[in-house]
């Protein structure tokens, strides 16, 4: 998997790929390709091992012109990063080059009966076997009725764009569990890519392909069928964000710059969804299933990574607030796991940023198997876990561009507060109590903004830290999961190891790989726990273990323990995660750049992750 682009139209295609694969770059990948169609009936591929640079060098000594064309970045999952495991991946008469994200899971059946009808194959990955299979069944058929053969007999997963030399101005694209939007282009250009901003520097129309949909871009457009060849009608739909949201400006990564949006983030979370005469939330997205919601008794929420810890956070807002139980499972686990859930009084919440995280949509088509009320907290409008859910909640955090999640984990921390404001006014959340909620969620982006003024201390203390070969991270009820990801921030940008700990559980274990070389991080502001948390600093210092401490404005108690202090404006208990993050967001970040790494492209990681 990583990112595909393809491209049919008047235009040099090479400079569309590359400048598509650019945008994609974000995600993760550790190799690049691209095949394109000339005018003589050939096939150009050109791959290169590393960033899309390399590529772009290799294309100035071996240029591929044409009008049509596909390209990918690769992030490995069969094989190792190789020019021979990059994609396109060609078929045995190198008539066909084809890229993939997903996984073909029967890949070894099948590779095992095309070698013995004489197949041969070049590289380690599953994807290769696309490209023969399709070309095993062209033998018999026209290529559309074979490619929608070939497919129907894929298990797993694919996100995918294929051309072929007879057809040299038509790009073929098919989609089962791996994302991939048509764009659809002026005079006669079309697009294909698996994200929509590959695409927005040319068009905000975007089709989203759904499972085992096939789409045809020619010279007469495009045509979406079925993999039984039914013709499906679809509609573009209109993406808002714009060009500038998706470039840098003057930030040197996109990290810091969307750490710095949270402000706006947070705004744009709560814009119109406040009440605060009522001590309400107004959440249009629920409207249709709110009285389900009356009645739900129990909730399950299910995500991965961030948008997990997120869910962890917010199943503690509900429960305060609604007086239901909530759980947070990992969907890795909760999906092969025996979940019980109680289709009459249960309700399920899909947390995810792309909304297309494989495992999220595991655990989201289970809940609904069992005839669950399915609900998202969802940033990307149109994905798969926005589709697939009852109704839902967008956080608007706009595109989130560095692989590392910030912002859209705090306008999902936004998002869980009003639900659990929702959730709490149905049942036994007074007026006053809403009121108040309100009015601390209202006073939040002036807060944050407050917290960003603490940038360059927070880089001086980074760099301070950034020797040490160990952190631990600690908090305690909603601040908890947040260790977590502030130790999670850390290690995916810096690779630095660190842990997030339930600060009472430190003496249980963590506590004994504590001296001088490994600092402790406490998030420590004022709550009803800091006297816990303060008791488990002492624990630490004792140690000799260094301290930095998030402590609330003012608290110069707390500071005394600690070696270094980051000031946090004040706020409920409950909204503290939103605000105690910004800080370990930054911290991470100026950890890695003091590293000498590039935050935005952390090693072996992924975006989106679109394969179990
Ligand atoms: C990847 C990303 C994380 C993200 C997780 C879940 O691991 O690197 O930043 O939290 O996937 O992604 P989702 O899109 O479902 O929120």
Known sequence: MCGIVGYVGRKNATD?????????????????????????????????????????????RE?????????????????VPSEANAHPHLDCAGRLALVHNGIVENHEELKRRLEALGHRFVSATDTEVLAHLIEEHARHRPFEEALCAALKEVVGTFGLAVVMVDQPRTVYGARRGSPLVVGVGRD?????????????????DIIYLGDDEVVRLDDNGIETFSLDRVRVTKAPETVSWSLQEIERGHHPHFMV???????????????????????????????????????AERLTISACGSAYLAGAIGAMMIEECAEIPVRAEIASELRYRKPIFDANREAFIAVSQSG?????????????????????????????????TDAGVFVHAGPEIAVASTKAFTAQLTVFALLAMHLGRQRRLSLA???????????????????????????????????????????????APLANEGALKLKEVSYVHAEGYAAGEMKHGPIALLD???????????????????????????????????????????????????????TTEMLSPILNVIPMQLFAYHLAVARGLDPDKPRNLAKAVTVE
């Open 433 to 479: 109590a809403g009121q108040r909620l309100a009015e601390e969620l209202a006073s939040l982006p002036e807060k944050v903004e407050r917290l960003l003024e603490q940038d360059e201390a927070i880089r001086l203390l980074a760099k301070k830290y950034s020797r040490y070969p160990s952190f631990l991270y600690i908090g305690r009820k909603y601040n």
């Open 257 to 295: 710059k969307e750490i710095h949006e949270q402000p706006t983030v947070v705004r744009n979370a709560l814009a119109g969804r406040l009440d605060a005469r009522q001590g309400m939330s107004v959440l249009g997205g629920l409207k249709d299933v709110d009285e389900r919601l009356r009645r």
């Open 188 to 204: 006669g250009e079309n697009y294909l890519a698996s994200d929509p901003a590959a695409l927005i520097a040319h068009t905000r």
């Open 516 to 570: 001088d070389g490994f600092p402790v991080f406490a998030i420590a502001t004022k709550d009803s726990l800091q006297e816990k948390v303060k008791s488990n600093v002492q624990e630490a210092k004792a140690r000799r273990a260094p301290i930095v401490v998030l402590a609330s404005e003012g608290d110069e108690a707390m500071a005394q323990l600690a070696d270094d202090v980051i000031w946090v404006p004040r």
């Open 356 to 388: 297309e995280t494989a495992d999220t949509l595991g655990a989201l088509r289970e809940a609904k198997n069992k005839g669950v009320l399915t609900l998202g907290i969802v940033n990307v409008v149109g994905s798969a876990v926005a589709r697939e």
């Open 63 to 79: 240029p591929a012109t044409g009008q049509a064309g596909i390209a990918h970045t690769r992030w490995a999952t069969h094989g």
């Open 16 to 60: 569309i790929l590359l400048e598509g694969l650019k945008r994609l770059e974000y995600r993760g990948y550790d190799s690049a390709g691209l095949a394109v169609m000339g005018t003589e009936a050939k096939l150009k591929v050109v791959k290169a091992v590393g960033k899309t640079v390399f590529l772009e060098e290799k294309l100035t």
